[in-house]
């Protein structure tokens, strides 16, 4: 139990290798993305998800053990250590099947990891990493997602006023332009109504909407006094990458699944069967076991080494990175997950 936290120390290939794209030329270039969506999918058809939990003592022990919590801090200066060499690298003369390459693996990094380990950071208590959980959304430029999602998608999951919840029969591609406008909405709603509430200007540096977007776009700026016009464009691409993952996985943990409303017209509380859950190891690994996400919508206060496998959730026939793949073809995804969905729909 006392290594244990090591086998995340695997999720630094990708960062390894998205060193390698920004410093290399040909398919290299496409390496994380090869690892993320070719590698990983078949290793995850190979081994059986495995629904064990640690026992009440193990969870004991890792819940306060640092190291879990070290290894998500590393990737702060790693993921800006790599913006810096992507910036550069894209100042070089290389073709456009390269400038694709980096990219997208500036973007997997962004997404995958940047807005990843904000998640998981964004739900702890104290300040130092809450400020980290916003320096690693700047990247994509979706700081917004701090407020909408644990005051917003935490309260509203699987409901039809949830801009992140994917609705049954709703294709990937409208869902995108749906969760990314009103999800950008909703933060906005709900960061006036805190201030109405606490009898503030909206109008205000006590607006953190106001300060992301401020934030947001000096960081733009100085990329673009630095490194030019263009390289900053290039940049907005990987950060569109990065957000777009992020739906992508939005998409696939709550498609067509719905809370019911009570007598009194209230939503039930949210249950474990109200959002898709993957117990496959190498994808739990490299995503900081996000794909529990029936235990983290339950007990969103739990850390990622001690979420749980909860009986009768709805269980993902594949891994996350697998279910990306599936969902960006809809006569396909329909085809395997409507008749799933179906058994779960209270």
């Given amino acids: 139990m006392k290594f244990k936290f090591l086998k995340y120390f695997l ?8 060193y ?32 064990k939990n640690i026992s009440q003592a193990e969870e004991e022990m890792a819940k306060d053990d640092m190291s879990y919590d070290i290894i998500l801090y590393l990737f702060v200066p790693l993921i ?18 390269d ?42 430029l979706y700081m917004h997602f701090f407020i909408e999602h644990n005051r917003g998608h935490h309260k509203r999951v699987s409901t039809k006023e949830d801009p992140s919840s994917a609705r049954f029969g709703e294709n990937i591609f409208s869902f995108w332009l749906r969760a990314v406008s009103f999800g950008y909405l909703s933060a906005w709603n709900l960061e006036n109504s805190r201030l109405k509430r606490n009898g503030s200007n909206i109008i205000s540096f006590k607006n953190e909407m106001i300060i992301y977007q401020l ?29 777009l993952l992020l ?53 969103a206060s739990r850390k990622y080494q001690i979420l749980k ?21 809809p006569p396909l995804w329909f085809y395997v997950m409507n008749n799933k969905v179906k058994k779960f729909i209270h």
């Fill in 11 to 18: 999720t630094l290939s990708i960062p390894f290798l998205a």
């Fill in 20 to 51: 390698i794209s920004f410093n290399t030329t040909g398919i290299l270039t496409y390496a994380p993305i090869l690892e993320a969506f070719l590698l990983i999918p078949l290793l995850e058809l190979l081994f059986k998800p495995s629904t």
């Fill in 80 to 97: 800006y250590f790599l913006i810096w060499e992507f910036l550069i690298s894209m100042s070089e003369p290389i073709s456009t099947f």
């Fill in 99 to 140: 400038k694709i390459g980096r990219i997208l693996s500036m973007g997997l990094i962004c997404g995958g990891f940047g807005i990843n380990i904000a998640h998981e950071l964004g739900h702890r208590k104290t300040k130092y990493e809450k400020l980290f959980s916003k320096i690693l959304l700047l990247p994509s």
């Fill in 215 to 243: 934030i947001q776009i000096t960081f733009l700026s100085l990329i673009c006094l630095n490194f030019g016009f263009q390289i900053m464009l290039y940049f907005i691409c990987c950060s569109i990458f990065g957000f």
């Fill in 247 to 299: 739906e992508t996985v939005n998409y696939i943990e709550h498609y067509g699944l719905q809370r019911s409303k009570n007598e009194s017209g209230k939503y039930e509380r949210v249950q474990p069967f109200h959002s898709w859950n993957s117990n496959h190891p190498v994808g739990r690994i490299m995503l900081f076991e996000l794909s529990r996400h029936s235990d983290h919508h339950y007990n």
């Fill in 309 to 329: 496998n909860h009986d009768n959730t709805p269980e993902m026939p594949t891994g996350y990175p697998g279910m990306m793949i599936l969902s960006l073809i």
